[in-house]
Every structure is written in structure tokens, then in C-alpha cells.
């Protein structure tokens, strides 16, 4: 039987060749990939998982999680990772939303997330990083041997939820298709082989450190180092014995810090990879004083995979994203008309090709808004197209946040905030930030007599939202600033802080 993405990562298999290793020694070949990526997939069965039905997971980086990922497209089901970071506040709204037949946590977190899968009649199983939990535990039981469940290209093979600007997070629905002709195109693009040695110190539950970062590798039967996070001593080590790495640009900055990072240090390596969020310039240059690599930036998101990239040969410009990847169609337009710009104009950017997903989870209205007659999805990102054909992301036309790569919806925190006793209304805006990009910043106006201050809110947040989009510092104010519609003009509340976290 076929099964779109997995036919091709088995084909390029070679079971003898090494897969994974740990920084604690731990080491996998590609057959033994194929082997617990079966047993997991039986193992889904047994858990009586159907082909289309969701398995969400919650669990730290190992081996055994990537396997899973693959255990679910084996088995035809969507595989749903989920941030460790999330609270159980936040899982209650994606289990409850989601649905999943089961859901896959650490040891630690079984008896919260219990409460709520019990509530969505989920079943739940456990995953430690160490090797062992339930899960492995029936997986040990299963056979090797697995008939990979028939998928076609369309079929889904996982939901990723990205944050929305207005209301609740969306489940971006990503084909076999979506990750498999991205992951070909990148490793094409890129010239990956099976000479290639990755050092992989991204998360596996977004899509760089998940699909970029691990589909590539398996497409071309290359071999990963797998991280548990990024260190910058770690990364340099590995440097000595590794081809390629890919970060997020706080990765970077803090390499360029670094007063290990060399022309020597770097040598053996082939390419630097940055995306997520925009790489200063400064950043691509100090980089590549310090070491001679250009890094290749490139822009992709949750619902497109990636979009762009810098050439591999040829040059990789500051502060550009490059050009559309092969098979993929980028465009900027007017936002509010939709007719295309002119050459080195600014508007919004849109693409459409096999890498965009098939729309939002149970949300058709939402889905259909974010797509053009002619099929062009509509990234929020605002951008132009220089001369040379690069592509130049200018801002966001969504109200959006990214901290260290991960994006945060201001109107979450916002809510949160305003839910308070004490407080008459929020503004939380991104203020340049020299390790993250941008901190998460809160302005609040509070009820005349609330003696509430920057501690109270904070703690106040600390149950319901993911460490990462906790604000890095609350800001009292008596109002905020208003245009003439009534609108919180945010442009000027960052200028007002934007040196907020400057260093002196
Ligand atoms: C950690 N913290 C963050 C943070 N990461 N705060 C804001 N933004 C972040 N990204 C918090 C920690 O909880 C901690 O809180 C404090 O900040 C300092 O932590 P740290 O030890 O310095 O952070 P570290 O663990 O080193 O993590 C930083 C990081 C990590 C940049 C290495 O966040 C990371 O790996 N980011 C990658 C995100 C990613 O994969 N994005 C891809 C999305 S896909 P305290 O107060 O408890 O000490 C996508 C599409 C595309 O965007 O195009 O790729
Ligand atoms: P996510 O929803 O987490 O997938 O984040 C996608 C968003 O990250 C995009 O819409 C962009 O705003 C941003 N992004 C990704 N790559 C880049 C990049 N190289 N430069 C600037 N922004 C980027």
C-alpha cells in the first residue's frame, strides 16, 4: 500500500546508515528507525488510533518523539505536537478543539493532563526522554513489522497550531503533500546529502525544528545530532564533526557573542540556516566576519512551510529572504485591493503552491479569509520585491509578536491581562530585544485606587500562558494612546519604549 510522505523517507533509508545521536551517546541508524517507527505504529493501533484521527503529543525532545511523529504517518493518523510550554489552560483549548483519539505526555504531566483528555474522552499514554513510558512500553510488544496505512498525497499528516490575531488559536491542517514536496524542494535547494551531519537544537514541535529540520534529514538520508535546546559551547563543539545547522537568528546572535566562534571553529562546516523571525543585518554580517559563512536566511510559516530562500550559490543578502523556492508562487499586493504592486513597492505578501496547507481546522469562514479567488494564501507579512528579485519582508500587517522564533498573539495576553482585577484595559506590544528579537512587553492602565503592579500581573499569568509569551516587563500608564477612531495606536507605544532593553 502507499503512503505518500513515508514511501519517500523510506526510500531513502539505508537501514546500516546512522540516523540520530544524542549528546549523552545514545545512537540510531536508519534501521532502527524503520523498526520502532513500526512498533509505535502498531502500538497506535492497539490504542485503537484510526487512520484521520488526531494524536496530540506533549513531550520533551528525544528520539522517541521524532519516531512517533513518524509512527503516526505510518498508521495514517494527524500528529499533533504540542509546546512544552503550554499550560494546561492552553492544553484544555487544543484537546478540547482538536479532539484527539489520544494524547501522548510526559510522565510528569499525566495527572493534569488526565483531567482534561478524560473530559474530551481522550485516552492518554506517557513518553519520558529517557527511552521509556507506556507508550514504549507497548511498543516493545508490537512487531517490527508494520503495513504502512494507504495515504494519498491530500491525506492529512499533521495539524500545527498557530496562534490567532483575533479569538482562539487555529490548527493549521498540513498535507502529506504540503511536507513532502517542501522537504524535497529544501533539500534540493540546500544540496543536502547523505553526507550531511545536522546539528538539530531546534524544538520538534514547530514546523522548523519539526519538518525543515527532520524531513530534510530524512529526505536525504543525512544524519542529526539532536539537542535537547540550544547551547552555544554545545553547538560550537559539535562543529568539529557536523555539516549543517539551522536556527532560529537568538542562535546567531548569541553565536556572534561567542568568543568561540571562529573561521577554525566553523570550518567543517557547509551552511548556516536562519528563519522564523528576521535576522538583523548586523547580525548576517558579524557572522560572517567572524567565520567567512554567509548564513542563508529563508521565510516560510506554520500554514506554508517555507516560501523563500537565499540561493545556495549566488549571493545571500542581509536582510532579504531571497526568492520563491521552486514551485512555489510569491506575490506582494495591494492588501485592501488585492491587484499587485509595483516592483519595489510594499504590500502584502501572498503565496500559493504545493507547500500551502489545506485550510484551518473546523474553521471554513476563517480559512476561506485568508485566501484569494485565485488560490493565494494571504501571509499578513508585509514585504516588497527589490530589482534583483529578492524578497524583503518589511513588517507584519498582523498584530504579532515573535520573541526567539516563537510568535505570540498580543490579544492573548491582552485578554488575560484585562481579566485581572484592578485593570481598566492592556496593550502588549514586541519591543527590540538584543537576544530575542523582541520582548513581549505589557502597558496597562489600571482602576483608579488598584494598588496592582508590574509582580501581580505577572504572577497573575504565570497558570494560563506559556512562559515564552509572559510579558518580559509591565509598563503602568494613565491612558493609552488613542487616534481618532478610538484605536490603541501601538506604533506609538513602541516608539515610546523602544529602548526599553537596550543595553547601556
Ligand atoms: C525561552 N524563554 C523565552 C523564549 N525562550 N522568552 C521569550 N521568548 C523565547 N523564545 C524564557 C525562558 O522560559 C526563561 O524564562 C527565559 O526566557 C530565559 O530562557 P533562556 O534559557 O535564555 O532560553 P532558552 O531556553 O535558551 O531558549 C531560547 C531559544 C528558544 C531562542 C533557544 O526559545 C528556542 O529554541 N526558540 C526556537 C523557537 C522555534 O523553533 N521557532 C520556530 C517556529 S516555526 P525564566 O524567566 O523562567 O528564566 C516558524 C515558521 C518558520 O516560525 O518560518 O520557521
Ligand atoms: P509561525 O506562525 O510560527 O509559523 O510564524 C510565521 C511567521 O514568522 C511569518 O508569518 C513571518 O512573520 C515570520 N518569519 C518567518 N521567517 C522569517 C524571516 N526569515 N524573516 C522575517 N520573518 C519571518
Known sequence: MSNHLFDAIRAAADPQAPFIETTDGRRWSYGDMLDLSARLAGALVTLGVSPG?????????SPEALMLYLACVRAGAVYLPLNTAYTLAELDYFIG??????????PKSLDGVRAIADKYGARVETLDDAGGGSLLDLAGKASADFADIERGPDDLAAILYTSGTTGRSKGAMLSHDNLLSNAATLRDHWRFSSADRLIHA???????GLFVASNVTLLSGASMILLSKFDADEALRLMQSASVLMGVPTFYVRLVQHPGLTREATAKMRLFVSGSAPLLAETHRGFSEKTGHAILERYGMTETNMNTSNPYEGDRIAGTVGFALPGVSVRVVDADSGKPVADGETGMIEVKGPNVFKGYWRMPEKTAAEFRADGFFITGDLGKIDERGYVHIVGRGKDLVISGGYNIYPKEVESEIDAMPGVVE?????VPHPDFGEGVTAIVVREAGSDIDERAVL???QDRLARY??????????DLPRNTMGKVQKNVLRQTYGDLYAVK
Open 53 to 61: 484521527d488526531r494524536v496530540a503529543v506533549q513531550v520533551e525532545k
Open 97 to 106: 478543539d482538536a479532539e484527539p483519539r489520544l494524547v501522548i505526555v510526559a
Open 202 to 208: 531546534l524544538p520538534i514541535f514547530h514546523t522548523h
Open 426 to 430: 492592556s496593550a502588549v506590544i514586541g
Open 459 to 461: 504572577d497573575g499569568l
Open 469 to 478: 509569551k509572559q510579558p518580559k516587563r509591565v509598563i503602568f500608564v494613565e
